[in-house]
């Protein structure tokens, strides 16, 4: 899961840096404010990379997915963007969490039997 979910972070962090680009051309907004805010938000994408496996880490990433999306509100585009970032984490995080199941069912079948075998069945 962690592989899946840290590849759509990334791609948010480069789409929220391009937002902020494209917001910095708002005259009713200050520059301090508009990479403030996608300073934060860069920023917790890259900390989400490291926290996704932790409890509350997926339910964070949720928060800057709505985000993500009310962003729309400054930067029209970042709703449809937002929206299918939002779609990208649910893939994300639902067949990251197949995939470490699959993982541990090979890895516990790599692993043999987990019964000490007794010295009276030779």
Same mark, same amino acid.
């Given at each position: 899961?962690?592989?899946?979910c840290?590849?759509?972070?990334?791609?948010?962090?480069?789409?929220?840096?391009?937002?902020?680009?494209?917001?910095?051309?708002?005259p009713?907004?200050?520059?301090?404010?508009?990479?403030?805010v996608?300073?934060?938000?860069?920023?917790?994408?890259l900390l989400l990379?490291?926290l996704?496996t932790?409890?509350?880490?997926?339910?964070?990433?949720?928060? %800057?997915?709505? =985000?993500?999306?009310?962003? !729309?509100?400054? /930067?029209?585009?970042?709703?449809?963007?937002? *929206?299918?970032? $939002? +779609? %990208?984490?649910? =893939?994300?995080?639902?067949? !990251?969490?197949? /995939?470490?199941?699959?993982k541990?069912?090979? *890895?516990?079948? $790599? +692993?043999?039997?987990?019964?000490?075998?007794?010295?009276?069945?030779?």
């Open positions: 899961m962690r592989t899946l840290s590849s759509t972070l990334i791609g948010e962090f480069f789409v929220i840096g391009f937002a902020g680009l494209v917001a910095m051309k708002d009713g907004l200050s520059m301090t404010t508009v990479w403030t996608s300073g934060i938000a860069m920023l917790l994408c990379c490291g996704v932790r409890p509350g880490g997926v339910a964070l990433g949720w928060v %800057l997915q709505v =985000a993500l999306i009310a962003s !729309g509100f400054v /930067v029209p585009m970042m709703f449809f963007l937002g *929206a299918v970032f $939002a +779609a %990208l984490w649910w =893939a994300s995080v639902h067949f !990251g969490r197949k /995939v470490d199941e699959a541990a069912r090979f *890895a516990a079948q $790599a +692993a043999g039997p987990t019964e000490p075998s007794s010295p009276d069945a030779a």
